[in-house]
């Protein structure tokens, strides 16, 4: 399954590394580069990091939309 996820700030694709600075609920992450993010199957988002760190997504802080 492939998908999207867009700012729902920005309306833009998601500046990740500042995402981790500046966000409270991302602050787990903000020593590592960022992976990107992963669709759970109730359909919640999470954001890794590369060292494996990961945190739930805010919800309605992304827009997901998904490729056919």
């Given at each position: 399954m492939?998908f999207?996820?867009l700012?729902t700030?920005?309306g833009?694709a998601?500046?990740?590394e500042e995402i ?14 960022m992976e990107?993010?992963a ?27 998904m490729?056919?």
């Open positions: 492939t999207t996820v700012d700030h920005t833009d998601p500046n990740l981790a600075i500046h966000e409270s609920w991302a602050k787990p992450l903000v020593y590592c580069d990107g993010f669709l759970m199957e109730d359909g919640s988002l999470i954001l890794l990091d590369e060292c494996g760190n990961w945190v739930h997504c805010p919800k309605g802080r992304f827009r997901v939309e490729e056919t």
